[in-house]
């Protein structure tokens, strides 16, 4: 291919992205403006120009080679005369002709001033909702982080040094106040951080952030506004099954503060759960009989440490490889060190619960299914098996996401 035209499909392309990101901020904008009295201005500033000019040409018109020739002459000299950019190539020379564009200029003082005022009015209103986590947030792709306490900025700080920051924004949606978002905004600069004051248990709340198209969502123990962590396990379960009602493809984690609670996550479909406490007395008692575990522990799950913990895509060659091969690999090219594997399963479609043969019943059953409009596929997710030191003799499969150390 012409590097000349691959360039410049590049740069289509990225055009194409830049206007598809940003289109729902533009749709929002354009139902700002259509709301307030811009619109109705900009007709009036028109139409008194319009009218004006119209008016000189027909006062000061004349034959031959005069400056008022056709009635665009006189809407040029309105247009040049209320931009007060004043060419000086069109002037009136009568008194009736002057007078107007006394009234012209008067006239285009007050509606330019009107429009620039409204124009921003419009983005200062905005900047003022948005501070207040009064405006809808429109996004794709972002992270959503409901509920908060006193480790939140601890999870803003950790999304930071993994490099999720670079792929998309984060939504703060809680009760906090608006000054408390400002100071947290300004301690997470390099962020791109938004905020929707609301209560994330309510659907309502979470469409306002987004979260159909949201990434990931993180579930914190809320104890913002006049919310307490007395029943912060509950409020969590409900905003789980609130979001999964609304985008269950979304990569939820929850953290909760009371281990009993764990089942409800489970049957709201939540994998990844957070139990707060849940290691502390084992690193507690490791201190006193297996010193130096719980500063490793520290090292492999600290964000801002090179040694931390972290997935990484199995290259295509080792598929098929045994574990013990793939570890030599990591290690040989400096990749880390290769803990074990997360396997995602393969989900179960309706033919893998028929028989192989084409039976009367098996038509009979699909038949079913489908009247009934059951998404077996969605009922019957394909699960995610954590497998760490699975065995040297294990065989990476292509559906495989390492663990690596470093």
């Known amino acids: 291919m012409n590097p000349m035209k691959h360039q410049a499909n590049d740069e289509r392309g990225g055009i194409a992205d830049w206007f598809q990101r940003n289109h729902r901020r533009f749709s929002i904008l354009l139902g700002d403006?259509?709301?307030s009295s811009l619109p109705k201005l900009v007709l009036v500033f028109f139409v008194v120009t319009f009218v004006l000019g119209t008016a000189v040409f027909l006062i000061e018109r004349t034959p031959g080679d005069g400056m008022f020739r056709k009635v665009f002459d006189g809407i040029w000299w309105a247009f040049v005369t209320i931009g007060t950019v004043g060419y000086g190539d069109k002037v009136p020379v009568s008194d009736m002709g002057k007078a107007v564009g006394i009234v012209l200029i008067l006239a285009g003082v007050v509606l330019t001033s009107l429009i620039s005022g409204t124009v921003a009015s419009i983005f200062v209103e905005r900047r003022i909702r948005e501070g207040k986590g009064l405006q809808s947030v429109k996004g794709k792709n972002h992270i959503i982080i409901g509920g908060w306490n006193e480790h939140g900025s601890d999870v803003l700080s950790a999304i930071g040094a993994a490099g999720d920051a670079r792929n998309s924004s984060i939504v703060l949606l809680n009760m906090m106040e608006p000054e408390q978002f400002d100071a947290l905004r300004a301690r997470h600069p390099a962020l791109d951080v938004r905020f929707?004051?609301?209560?994330h248990t309510q659907e309502a709340a979470l469409k306002r952030a987004s979260a159909q198209s949201a990434r990931a969502c993180i579930f914190l123990?809320?104890?913002?506004g006049e919310n307490s962590l007395t029943n912060a396990d509950e409020r969590t379960v409900l905003a789980c099954f609130a979001i999964k009602s609304i985008?269950?493809?979304?990569?939820?984690?929850a953290e909760i503060l009371k281990p009993e609670n764990e089942q409800h996550l489970k049957r709201a479909g939540i994998d990844d759960i957070i139990v707060n406490g849940e290691f502390s007395g084992f690193l507690?008692?490791?201190?006193a009989v297996s010193v130096g575990i719980p500063q490793?522990?520290?090292?492999?799950l600290s964000p801002s440490l090179p040694s931390r913990l972290r997935r990484s895509q199995i290259p295509q060659p080792l598929v098929g490889k045994p574990f013990v091969e793939a570890s030599e690999w990591y290690l040989r090219n400096g990749k880390g060190v290769l803990i074990g594997v997360i396997s995602h399963e393969k989900q179960m479609s309706l033919d893998d619960l028929l028989s192989d043969d084409a039976s009367a019943i098996d038509a009979f059953i699909k038949r079913k299914f489908q009247e009934a409009e059951f998404d077996l596929a969605g009922e019957m997710k394909g699960q995610s098996d954590v497998k760490i030191n699975p065995g040297p003799d294990y065989v990476i499969?292509?559906?495989d996401v390492a663990f690596v150390v470093g």
């Open 33 to 35: 403006i259509t709301r």
């Open 196 to 199: 929707v004051r609301g209560d």
């Open 221 to 224: 123990p809320d104890s913002s």
């Open 247 to 253: 985008n269950s493809e979304t990569e939820v984690c």
């Open 284 to 287: 507690l008692s490791s201190a």
């Open 296 to 300: 490793a522990a520290r090292s492999i």
């Open 397 to 399: 499969k292509d559906s």
